[in-house]
């Protein structure tokens, strides 16, 4: 970290540090939490393990019946979930940046960084460069369970794609959970949040279940929800359907998040003791 920051004086801002090192301080923290990860490597425990227990769970729990009201059986339940699995995860994996940043304030590891001569911005983007890298790596995983669980994937363009789409809305998400982890008291209080938030947007969408048989006002309700655009766009892509609105709606969905919660996010984060 001292070899990445000897040339910024201390007490500056981010707008007195040059573009360049602002790129080796980001560089130096990405480095700084991949470390952290490798010697505790339980914190990769919701990347590794919630794409196996997801898939497994609803493809051999509800696949069946599911599968039979879908025309087929398992093997169409397969078809239809994993895409929506995919969308699932951009939005679990988001939630970690929070308890992340939450987790580094009250143990006092943000008050270390701002009395080393660096940009905070640099503290920012490095974490969520690291978020993204997980999510990545929970998105590779479930199309490993996937393709073992006999998911056909019949459009490779198609499939990273849909792994595209669901960084981008992933990414906007965590400026959500940004705002929460630097306001809230304690990481506990983050995931219980996080956990009312993407409940009720995880269920009540597309992502496990045609929404042909809901009542009146869920449907209104899913209509409305990013997760069904985003696992709808998905699925058209990896398996074949319409994806242009799916797609277009999630892309105004992650824009207007961006817009709005990323200044919200970033002031929260700049002005927090």
């Known amino acids: ?133 997980r999510m990545l790596a929970a998105c590779v995983i479930l199309m490993i369970v996937a393709v073992l669980v006999g998911f056909d994937i019949t459009s490779w363009t198609g499939m990273l794609g849909a792994v595209g789409l669901a960084t981008v809305f992933g990414s906007a998400l965590m400026w959500v959970f940004i705002t929460l982890g630097v306001t809230m008291k304690s990481a506990q209080s983050v995931q219980a949040m996080g956990f009312l938030v993407m409940m009720p947007l995880q269920f009540g969408s597309s992502i496990f279940a045609p929404t042909d048989s809901m009542p009146g006002w869920l449907q209104n309700f899913t209509d409305y929800n990013p997760l069904s655009s985003l696992a709808d766009a998905a699925r058209g892509m990896m398996v074949g359907g319409p994806v242009a609105h799916g797609l277009w709606v999630t892309l105004a969905w992650s824009v207007g998040l961006t817009a709005v919660m990323a200044p919200v996010a970033i002031h929260k984060f700049r002005t927090k003791n």
């Open 1 to 133: 970290m001292s070899a990445a920051t000897i040339t910024a004086p201390a007490g500056v801002t981010d707008a007195h540090i040059p573009l360049r090192n602002h790129v080796r301080h980001t560089g130096a923290l990405i480095r700084r939490n991949l470390l952290w990860i490798r010697q505790d490597p339980e914190s990769m425990f919701d990347a590794v393990l919630f794409p196996v227990i997801f898939t497994l769970l609803f493809v051999y729990v509800f696949g069946g019946s599911i599968g039979k009201s879908l025309g087929g059986g398992q093997e169409a339940y397969v078809q239809y979930v994993i895409p929506g699995l995919l969308a699932m995860m951009g939005m679990n994996m988001s939630q970690g940046v929070g308890t992340g940043f939450n987790t580094d304030f009250n143990s006092g590891v943000m008050d270390r960084f701002r009395s080393l001569p660096i940009g905070r911005g640099s503290v920012l983007i490095a974490k969520i460069v690291v978020e993204l890298m």
